[in-house]
């Protein structure tokens, strides 16, 4: 009994003794790492149009890097370009969308996301750019159609010129200022077109005349077509002047319609050199 009074004593002053000792060791302060946020400049600045430069180190291990020189990557650490955006692919249905311009609607304002490439010349006299962007609504006071465009102002000029634009209507594709009311047509072309080869595509064989030639074709008989021609001034199956000026001319019909008369006049020689080698014959037998 003794003994377990004297080993339970000896406990006791040796736990006192050790917190006293705690007690008297200095306590540790514990302080958190304070954030380092982007700062922007407060003042307004002394001219426009400068570009304020800074890093945002709230998140240094973040993918996005915007530094102060080199590259800018978005979803990439490693761009190759002044700015990079990179994504996975989608899934085959859904357009993988990196880049998004939007306006928000007003009945009378330009409801046109645009890019400029300027050549940043600030008098406005000198300035020129070419704009890329487009028309994704209209308002109540313009009732042009929704329309991808491309436009230019060149210096000492106040309006900026629309030189190509495809259109929701349609997918009508416009080069120039020419007018597009006008339906069943795909490009509209000012002034014109001047190219090394143009095919045109026939979608009905019969627009390629190859039947004049059958044994059951009925060729115009030439006493018929003189009188066709006295009266209508123009070949059978031929637009009129009127016509042509009106609604233009379409290339592909045109060639067929003139290969059509090509060979019925081939025709119309065959027969006559049948003819002609008829009466020489009939001649031949009288001087005998």
């Known amino acids: 009994m003794n003994k377990l009074i004297t080993l339970l004593a000896i406990l006791f002053v040796g736990t006192a003794v050790a917190q006293t000792n705690v007690s008297k060791q200095p306590v540790k302060k514990y302080t958190t790492t304070k954030r380092s946020y982007a700062t922007y400049p407060v003042q307004k600045p002394a001219q426009k149009n400068i570009v304020y430069q800074y890093i945002d180190t ?71 750019y070419w704009t890329l962007g487009a028309r994704v609504s209209g308002n109540n006071m313009d009732k042009d159609p929704v329309a991808f465009k491309i436009g230019f102002k060149a210096p000492n000029q106040v309006d900026e010129h629309e030189y190509f634009s495809i259109d929701s209507y ?30 045109v595509a026939i979608k009905n064989s019969e627009d390629w005349f190859d039947h004049v030639f059958n044994a059951d074709y009925k060729l115009m008989p030439l006493t018929d077509l003189e009188k066709y021609l006295a009266i209508n001034k123009h070949l059978p199956d031929m637009p009129t002047t009127t016509e042509v000026m009106t609604s233009g001319l379409d290339l592909g019909k045109m060639n067929g319609l003139l290969l059509k008369k090509v060979e019925e006049l081939t025709l119309y020689l065959i027969e006559i050199k049948k003819d002609l080698d008829q009466t020489k014959k009939e001649l031949a037998e009288l001087k005998k």
């Open 170 to 199: 349609q997918g009508r594709v416009k080069i120039g200022n020419v007018n597009t009311n006008v339906d069943g047509y795909k490009l509209y072309v000012e002034e014109g077109i001047l190219t090394e080869k143009v095919k």
């Open 58 to 128: 709230t998140f240094p291990d973040a993918e996005n890097h915007f530094p102060i020189k080199g590259n800018i990557g978005i979803g990439t650490d490693a761009p190759q370009s002044a700015l990079e955006i990179k994504r996975n692919g989608g899934n085959g249905r859904y357009k993988n969308f990196l880049l998004q311009l939007s306006n928000i609607w007003t009945p009378s304002g330009l409801n046109e996301p645009t890019i400029m490439f300027s050549n940043g010349d600030l008098n406005p006299n000198n300035v020129s």
